[in-house]
């Protein structure tokens, strides 16, 4: 019975002993905030996107959103199949907490948030979600 003891004792002490030491706690924060990478600050998001998103009354909805480093945006939206429906918005916008969506400040009344992705921007609805559904591959902008 000592003889096991002793060598619950011996391997225990083996294992403790080999366990590393931590790092400062500084270190450890600045790993971690370093490795932090989202759409904002990893990706080359600045520029023209187009597509044509689907529309409930009229052939689809022809999109152009250019997006600039200043946080500055314009948008001209045609609807296609009507005559004069080009509207134009021009503003800035706003990066949510994590980075990767983008808001539309001065839009209320329509969906104004789109996900930044690599080269795209996928639109989102008006609580902020993805679209899902057989159309949900056609709410995408690609970057010219």
Known sequence: MKKFVLSLL???????GCKNKPQHSEEVDQKVVGDI??????LDWEGA???ILPCADCEGIQI??????????????EY???????????GTFSWDDNGTIITLNNIKDRASKYFVGENKLIQLDLQGNKITGEL??????TKE
């Open 10 to 16: 011996i391997c225990y002490g083996a294992f403790t």
């Open 64 to 77: 152009k959103l250019i997006i600039s480093s200043d946080n500055s945006y314009s948008l001209e939206q």
């Open 80 to 90: 296609l199949g009507k005559e004069a429906d080009t509207f134009k918005d021009h």
């Open 136 to 141: 949900s591959d056609r709410y995408i902008l």
């Open 37 to 42: 990478h989202n759409a904002q600050n990893s």
């Open 49 to 51: 996107y187009t597509g």
